[in-house]
């Protein structure tokens, strides 16, 4: 069974850093694409960026320019670089693998919380 496991949640102020990781039990070249995807309380959950096996990289607008994601093809770990976040970051974060449509996935983790105080 395919198990994708995040990590690097935490609280932090506005204006400051944190990096999601998500660790897979594949290897994720063998999937189409990795992605990330967070859920604020009382909102939908919502793409936050993706990279697919040949580098094509989507982000939502509201976190381009701060937001980056990368992967570890050696680790089979995806990363979330997030830059210069604000208290509209705050969500639960969760990874994704496999795309199967322009909004369904395969493989989901069980998220991270990140909590941005002004």
């Known amino acids: 069974q395919v198990q994708l496991v995040e990590s690097g949640g935490g609280s932090v102020q506005a204006g400051e850093s944190l990096t999601l990781s998500c660790a897979a039990s594949?290897?994720?070249?063998?999937?189409?694409?990795m992605g990330w995807y967070r859920q604020a309380p009382g909102n939908q959950r919502e793409l936050v960026a993706t990279l697919t096996t040949d580098g094509r990289l989507e982000y939502a607008n509201s976190v381009k320019g701060r937001f980056h994601i990368s992967r570890d093809a050696a680790a089979n770990t995806a990363y979330l670089q997030m830059n210069d976040l604000e208290p509209e970051d705050t969500a639960v974060y969760y990874c994704?693998?496999?795309?199967?449509?322009?909004?369904?996935?395969?493989?989901w983790g069980k998220g991270t919380l990140v909590t941005v105080s002004s």
């Open positions: 594949i290897n994720i070249f063998s999937v189409n694409a």
């Open positions: 994704a693998a496999d795309r199967e449509s322009p909004v369904l996935w395969k493989y």
